[in-house]
């Protein structure tokens, strides 16, 4: 386990920020798992979902930049999640999957080439034994304006997207699974992430000058 517990540049759980925030928001719990999901909903809710940021450096992740930016994208706000767990003592991870979104936003859906997404991370703490799945990525407000089933976290069972709106309509569809990390890949999500942005994004999301294809 030492190896989900321990900070890293990214991953930056030995942060003051990080490290206060994350005193803050599980002050007065005991049960781990009450820790655990006391952390999830700060970063599902108080990290408002933007996928439009740059994700070619090792600062567009940095847990710290994200808690103080109050935005951020799937693995954003996965990098932070996993931070603040490590900070007090919780083991987590990365776990990347290619999925397809049925219901991308008109925005989102100019950049790419098609409505798979394929660098979606989400968390993995261990807790009670076994490693548990945790995805942050949509706040309450993203969820009400989209129709979006809101993804709950009880500690005990995964909580994914759903595969369907409230409404009915058909939403996420998992792919394919790419594995866990106990860091964030940048050079393997920049490979992932090319293949299926259009030309004139690949500046915007992978950086000027950008050559991966």
């Not at 909903?41 to 090792?58: M, T």
Request: glycine share 6%.
């Amino acid at each position: 386990m030492e190896e989900y517990l321990k900070p890293t540049s990214i991953v930056n759980s030995d942060n003051p920020t990080i490290k206060n925030k994350a005193q803050e928001v599980t002050k007065g719990q005991k049960e781990v798992i009450e820790k655990a999901r006391s952390l999830f909903y700060f970063v599902r809710d108080n990290i408002k979902y933007n996928p439009y940021l740059p994700r070619h450096l090792p600062k567009h992740f940095r847990a710290s930049n994200t808690l103080a930016r109050g935005e951020g994208f799937c693995i954003q706000k996965a990098a932070l999640l996993i931070a603040l767990s490590r900070a007090v003592g919780i083991p987590a991870r990365f776990h990347f999957v290619i999925l397809r979104n049925h219901l991308l936003p008109e925005k989102l859906a100019e950049l790419l080439v098609s409505n798979v997404i394929p660098d979606h991370g989400f968390v993995e703490f261990h807790l009670d034994g076994k490693w548990v799945g945790a995805t942050p990525t949509f706040d309450l407000e993203v969820c009400q304006k989209y129709w979006i089933i809101p993804v709950e976290f009880d500690g005990k069972n995964d909580a994914k997207f759903h595969s369907h709106t409230q409404d009915g309509k058909l939403h996420i569809e998992y792919i394919l699974d790419r594995g866990t990390y106990a860091d964030v890949p940048i050079e393997e999500i920049q490979e992932w992430v090319a293949s299926e942005l259009k030309p004139e994004a690949k500046k915007l999301i992978l950086g000027k000058g950008s050559q991966k294809r």
